[in-house]
């Protein structure tokens, strides 16, 4: 049973829209937080009542240990959500948070609650496995990562009582998303848009189109000149992709 005190450990509203016909979820990339979506829930606010994940491990959760796996996760963030379907939801995952989208939707879906669109971005499919083990580097080792990737505040990254702080959830997400298996013919009934960049070391545009399979719906797909964090790039074009979708 959904209860309000975890669904409040969960979701971050920003700009609450009491008057919004839909609803759009955004769920973080490894290592990220909530307020990474604070720009988007501004810009769609009048459209949309956006929410964000708060996994936990960072800011106002980092009392909590991190999940290290996508199963338990998308099993808490699915039971937090369950209190949010009375409106039509899109979810909006960047890197893990797209395979946690994904995972979420298949629950809800069980349940006659699934997502009416879902966007993964930057993140290959789920049936296109690369061995990866940066949850089995020492902490050099994650920073370096996290530098190379081009997604964490400089201010984080060259503040290190605040680093030690968060390398423990970071280290988590990254088991999660790197131990992850997808059941065997994974799919959702929701329609899937992908969204990519042409330069991303860790999504190829093949493996990009290979979600196409996992959804029994329509497919997209669109691609954005960068890396792995074109979207901080290409902020508006993303966001004028969800309005686009968000007013339809």
Request: hydrophobic letters at 40%.
């Amino acid at each position: 049973m959904t209860t309000a005190a975890s669904a409040d450990l969960w979701v971050r509203s920003y700009h609450p829209a009491p008057a919004a016909r839909r609803r759009l979820v955004c769920f973080p990339h490894a290592g990220g937080s909530a307020s990474f979506y604070f720009p988007v829930s501004a810009a769609l606010s009048e459209v949309a009542d956006v929410i964000a994940l708060q996994y936990p491990g960072r800011q106002d959760r980092h009392t909590e240990r991190g999940i290290e796996t996508i199963g338990e996760m998308a099993d808490r963030i699915a039971e937090a959500l369950r209190g949010h379907t009375t409106l039509p939801l899109t979810f909006f995952g960047h890197s893990m948070g797209a395979v946690l989208a994904f995972e979420v939707a298949r629950r809800l879906e069980k349940d006659g609650q699934a997502p009416v669109h879902v966007f993964a971005s930057g993140r290959r499919a789920p049936s296109r496995f690369r061995p990866e083990n940066v949850h089995q580097r020492d902490d050099g080792g994650i920073i370096a990562e996290m530098r190379k990737l081009s997604g964490t505040d400089p201010r984080v990254l060259g503040d290190e009582e605040l680093l030690r702080m968060v390398l423990p959830a970071i280290r988590s997400d990254y088991t999660a998303i790197e131990t992850y298996r997808p059941e065997a013919g994974a799919q959702i009934g929701s329609p899937i848009t992908v969204l990519v960049g042409d330069d991303d070391p860790r999504t190829t545009l093949d493996e990009a189109r290979a979600w196409e399979p996992h959804t029994l719906g329509s497919f997209d797909m669109k691609v954005f000149p960068g890396g792995h964090f074109y979207l901080t790039d290409h902020a508006q074009d993303v966001i004028a992709v969800l309005k686009e979708h968000l007013t339809s």
